[in-house]
C-alpha cells in the first residue's frame, strides 16, 4: 500500500527566508511520481512541482524546489524567500499503480509572518 | 487552464436522501478521479475511472458509487447521504505523467 506522510501539521516562517516541508512516502511500486500542492484558504488546488522516481535531478519550479532523497524516501519541498501569499495547506502526494492514482499526506498549514 | 467543472458548488441535503455529484471535463482526458477532503485526513480517493464504463473504487468507496457514460462527465452519487458524508469533494484529470493532475474547484456537501 502508498503512503504518504506530513509530520509537520503546521510551519511558520518570516517572510524572505527559506521553509522546508518534510513529506516521507512508501511504495514498493519501482516506478512513482511525487507531487506538492497548494491550497490557499480559497481552497482551489494548485499544482507545484512533480519529481519523477526516476529523475536524476531535484525538480524545481521558480521559487519551488524539491529536494528528493530515493534512499530515504523522503521529498521534501522547499520554498524560497517566503512571501506572504506562501501562506496556505501544502499537500504532498504520491502517484502509483497503473490507475495513476494520487494518495496524498495530510497537510501541513504554512503561515508566513510579515 | 485545463477545463473541469464541478456542479454544483455548494448543496445542503438531508439524511437519508440521495445525492449526485457532477464533474464535467472539456479535455477528453482518459482518467478521472473523486476525492474527498476532510480535516487531518488531506484527500483521499473514493473512486476513479480510467475510461467510459470502466471504473473502481479508491480509499474510501464505501457508500459512493459513480457512473462514467461519456468520456467527458464523471458522476457520484451518494445513494442514502450520511452526516459522515459531509465534506469537500474534489474532482480530478489527469493530463499525463509529469504534469500535476488538474482539480475542479470542490463540493462541498452538507448532509444534516
Known amino acids: 500500500a502508498q503512503k504518504i506522510t506530513q509530520t509537520q501539521p503546521g510551519m511558520f516562517v518570516q517572510e524572505k527566508e527559506a521553509v522546508t516541508l518534510d513529506c516521507t512516502y512508501d511504495?514498493?511500486?519501482?516506478?512513482?511520481?511525487l507531487f506538492w500542492y497548494k491550497q490557499p484558504s480559497s481552497g482551489e488546488m494548485i499544482f507545484l512541482i512533480y519529481q519523477g522516481s526516476y529523475d536524476q535531478q531535484n525538480a524545481t519550479e521558480g521559487r519551488y524546489s524539491l529536494n528528493f532523497q530515493k534512499a530515504r524516501k523522503s521529498a521534501n519541498l522547499v520554498i524560497s524567500a517566503s512571501q506572504l501569499g506562501d501562506s496556505a495547506m501544502y499537500f504532498c502526494a504520491m502517484r502509483s499503480g497503473s490507475a495513476r492514482q494520487l494518495t496524498f499526506g495530510s497537510g501541513t498549514q504554512l503561515t508566513v509572518l510579515p | 487552464d485545463a477545463g473541469i467543472t464541478q456542479s454544483p458548488r455548494h448543496k445542503v441535503t438531508e439524511t437519508g436522501t440521495p445525492v449526485t455529484l457532477r464533474c464535467h471535463q472539456t479535455?477528453?482526458?482518459?482518467?478521472m478521479y473523486w476525492y474527498r477532503q476532510d480535516p487531518g485526513h488531506g484527500l483521499r480517493l473514493i473512486h476513479y475511472?480510467?475510461?467510459?464504463?470502466?471504473?473502481d473504487k479508491g480509499e474510501v468507496s464505501d457508500g459512493y458509487s459513480v457512473s462514467r457514460s461519456k468520456t467527458e462527465d464523471f458522476l457520484l452519487t451518494l445513494e442514502s447521504a450520511t452526516s459522515s458524508q459531509t465534506s469537500v469533494y474534489f474532482c480530478a484529470i489527469s493530463e499525463g505523467d509529469r504534469d500535476g493532475y488538474t482539480f475542479g474547484s470542490g463540493t462541498r456537501l452538507t448532509v444534516v
Open positions: 479535455e477528453n482526458h482518459r482518467y
Open positions: 511504495t514498493s511500486d519501482p516506478s512513482y511520481g
Open positions: 475511472s480510467y475510461g467510459v464504463k470502466d471504473t
